[in-house]
DNA sequence: GTCTATATTTTGATAGAC
DNA sequence: GTCTATCAAAATATAGAC
């Protein structure tokens, strides 16, 4: 998992294709061209597309397990926690645009690592879920289903990869601090 | 734009397939080995496969944009317009589950439907920021960059099809009302 | 309406020269 | 590290029999 520069070239390629048109729609030879170079050159860097295809998914989602599992171990208010995970998603996504669409709608073709993928997702839901009930119990969040608040939360953080290229205009920590009002507090005056 | 019921059936099952897969990695065999026939007699109801997602994302595109026309000129608040718009979104994903998948993953891969399709997404878009605008003027709706409302609102909406079907115990009504609570007054107590 | 057979193109991947 | 040449498999789609 550490990849040569031009092997990172190619996975920093590919994601731009994947994003546009989804792993599936993507050859190899598309992959090459946008290299300048021939599929059959690809070999000589990665094993196969599959492998391209791990790589960006993998270590995003290792990423976000890492920054939930630290900002979990905090002495924070919930509330805080949540602004924090907010924080999280908008600098990963800042960060990794392209790869974000992959992780979101391409894990399915995952072959060997996508067991693997699947556990780090539910432990990555289940500690956002944890905090959420925390914070009710402490009476810092409304006592509504857990599970419609972390969906209703998490929908709006894996889409952010389709927006924040729209919204160049606009930097990370003023959007943090914009979405957590919204998804904290509502819209409703 | 009137389907025979073997043709609807076609587009019944492929939307399935799609929703698992994505519209490119599933074959026309495999759709003609999930009706139980063979990949040619398919051709038999349909032109080609481009013809089946056009038809699943343009009949549910629409229907969006015939029901929030209809929810924008009603004699309303815009906090009930909202809700009704939540609601319009509970009812469609959970009539066809399946075909949202395709109109939120898939409609790069249409090809004479596409600049329709974009055109109807715009409007559908623009009608939904000019009520929250609306609601700003009024003093119902905070003051806040109206394009992350509409945002975080819609991707939560768009997400629906992911999880209602995980949740069929919730009744379509009370995910609504649940919804228009957390999506509009937030979470925070 | 479904089948078999088949044409044509595209795809992921390898072998071996430079 | 990239190329040309090529393979084998898989894909969309058509023709024509039943």
Redesign the pocket.
Known sequence: MNP???KLEIITIASALFKDKGF???????I?KA???????????I????EILTFIIISLAEEFINGIDEIKEENNTCIDKLKKIIALHVDIATRNTNGMASLNNDWMHLKDQLDYYLTLRVNYEDTFRTIINEGIKKNEIKSINSDIMLFSILSTLRSLYIWIPQKEDMNSSLLATNLSEVLLKGINK
């Open positions: 040569t520069p031009r599936s729609a993507v050859t190899m030879r598309d090459a290299m300048g170079i021939k599929a059959a050159s690809l070999y000589n860097h094993k196969n597309k599959e």
